[in-house]
């Protein structure tokens, strides 16, 4: 049973470009929540998605947007990216269907994205 | 925003012995999760407490909660080097069907 897929691993890409990340939850999981952290630092919530829907949103900039599709896969997309966006980028999958976080999260191993 | 503070920061122990790490929050909850992180790795979820639990066990973790000091506790008995990693605590925030993460403990088990 795949756990949660994240691609790229890395990534390197120029202050001012855009990037999309991408995400396959776990098997039977309908819900994907993505998380920015930060070197030395705890994850950020930024969003989550549920019936391809954004239905919590962080305390992230509108250059930050995702989507979810009709598989539940998602991706998350980061426009005129700054020095500031280099993180470690989490996806989270989740039923929501039977509890949702409550039965605990599973998380994918992440992108590494450095802006320079 | 963070919810959670995890305290310390860091902590170093010998193989063996035992770690105890805080986590303090800050809005009601229905559940808190303990999750850990090998070297900027994913997190892989260890323990989640429910809001009118007082303790749980699993294995060598022991997981306390008290409601009304908005705090948890993390105790890993007998440590092993392999226990070396960040533990984060993680709460739904104003009962808010998502997570959100406190800065994390960074445990050192020296064998």
């Known amino acids: 049973d795949a756990g949660v897929t994240q691609s790229p691993t890395h990534l390197i890409k120029t202050r001012g470009q855009q990037v999309t990340l991408r995400c396959s939850p776990k098997?039977?999981?309908?819900?994907v929540s993505w998380y920015q952290q930060a070197l030395g630092q705890g994850p950020q919530f930024i969003f989550q998605?549920?019936?391809?829907?954004?239905?919590q949103r962080g305390n992230f900039p509108d250059r930050f947007s995702g989507h979810q599709f009709p598989n539940y896969s998602s991706e998350l997309n980061v426009n005129a990216l700054l020095l500031g966006d280099s993180a470690l980028y989490l996806c989270?999958?989740?039923?929501?269907?039977?509890?949702?976080?409550?039965?605990?999260?599973?998380f994918g191993s992440g992108t590494r994205l450095t802006v320079v | 925003s963070q919810q959670g503070e995890e305290d310390p920061q860091a902590l170093s122990i010998q193989e063996g012995e035992n770690a105890t790490m805080n986590c303090s929050y800050k809005t009601s909850i229905n559940n808190l999760q303990w999750y850990r992180q090998n070297s900027g790795r994913g997190l892989v979820h260890l323990i989640l407490i429910r809001s009118n639990e007082r303790e749980k066990h699993s294995g060598r973790l022991r997981v306390t909660l008290d409601t009304s000091k908005k705090s948890s506790s993390l105790l890993i008995t007998a440590s092993r080097a392999a226990d070396t990693a960040s533990y984060f605590c993680a709460t739904d925030a104003n009962r808010a069907n998502d997570m959100r993460f406190g800065a994390g403990t960074r445990l050192t088990v020296k064998p």
């Open positions: 098997s039977g999981h309908d819900t």
């Open positions: 989270a999958s989740s039923d929501l269907g039977t509890g949702g976080w409550a039965y605990g999260y599973t």
């Open positions: 998605y549920y019936e391809e829907e954004e239905r």
